[in-house]
C-alpha cells in the first residue's frame, strides 16, 4: 500500500473515466437519434405510459453520468502517500538532513509532482489509508450498478421482442431455434458478473 499503488489507482481510474465519457457520448448520440420514436414504458415492469426511445436511454445516460461526477471528485481529492518512511514519522529523513526540516518538507510535493499528484497525505503510517481503495471502489461499484441496470433493461426488452441482441447467421445448438432467441453477444452477462464482483470486493475490504 505504497505510493505506486496510488499511481496505479490514478491511472486506472482516469482510464476509467475515459471509457464513461465514451458510453455517455455514444448513449447521447442514440437518446438523439431516436427521441422521437414512440414506446411503451414501464413501472414495476408493468405497462404505464407511452415514451420514446430516446428518452428512455437518457435515464441509462444520467446515471452514467452521475458515476463520472463521482469519479471526477475522488480523482480530484486523490492524494500521493508520499515518502514517510517506515511508520509515517520521516524519522530516517531528519537523520539523513541533520534535522532540517525545511528540505524535508520540500520532498513530498516534489514526489506529488513527478508522480502526477496534487500532493501528498499529511499524516500516514508505513501504508496510505485503506478508506483511498474503498473511495475509488465505491465509484467502480457504482459504475458497475449502472451497467447492470442497463444491461438487466436490455434483457427484459429482448424478452419483451422489443429490440434483439445480435444473433448470428452461423450461430447453433438449442439457441438457433427459431423461437429461442439466445444472445450471441455476452457482453450483458459480463456487464451483470461485473457489477456482483465489485460489490463483493467493496463489502470484503470494508470487512477488513
Not at 471509457?19 to 422521437?36: G, H, P, R
Not at 427484459?156 to 439466445?182: C, D, V, W
Request: aromatic share 8%.
Amino acid at each position: 500500500m505504497c505510493s505506486s499503488d496510488l499511481r496505479e489507482l490514478l491511472v486506472s481510474a482516469y482510464t476509467s473515466g475515459k471509457k464513461l465519457v465514451n458510453v455517455i457520448a455514444e448513449l447521447s448520440k442514440f437518446a438523439a437519434q431516436y427521441k422521437d420514436q414512440p414506446t411503451l414504458a414501464f413501472t414495476h415492469f408493468q405497462p404505464a405510459q407511452p415514451t420514446t426511445v430516446g428518452k428512455r436511454a437518457t435515464l441509462w445516460m444520467q446515471e452514467f453520468e452521475m458515476d463520472l461526477e463521482d469519479l471526477e471528485y475522488v480523482l480530484g481529492s486523490l492524494k500521493l502517500l508520499g515518502s514517510k518512511g517506515t511508520t509515517g514519522t520521516q524519522a530516517s529523513f531528519l537523520e539523513l538532513f541533520d534535522g532540517d526540516q525545511e528540505t524535508i518538507d520540500k520532498i513530498d510535493p516534489m514526489i506529488a509532482e513527478k508522480m502526477g499528484f496534487k500532493a501528498c497525505y499529511p499524516v500516514s503510517g508505513q501504508t496510505y489509508s485503506r478508506k483511498v481503495d474503498t473511495r475509488v471502489l465505491n465509484v467502480l461499484a457504482g459504475i458497475a450498478a449502472s451497467a447492470h441496470k442497463f444491461s438487466n433493461d436490455i434483457r427484459l426488452l429482448q424478452h419483451l421482442k422489443e429490440i434483439e441482441e445480435p444473433f448470428e447467421k452461423t450461430q447453433i445448438g438449442s439457441s438457433a431455434m427459431a423461437y429461442k432467441r439466445n444472445p450471441r453477444d455476452r457482453k450483458s452477462t459480463r456487464l451483470n458478473s461485473s457489477h456482483t464482483s465489485i460489490s463483493y470486493a467493496v463489502f470484503c475490504l470494508k470487512k477488513k
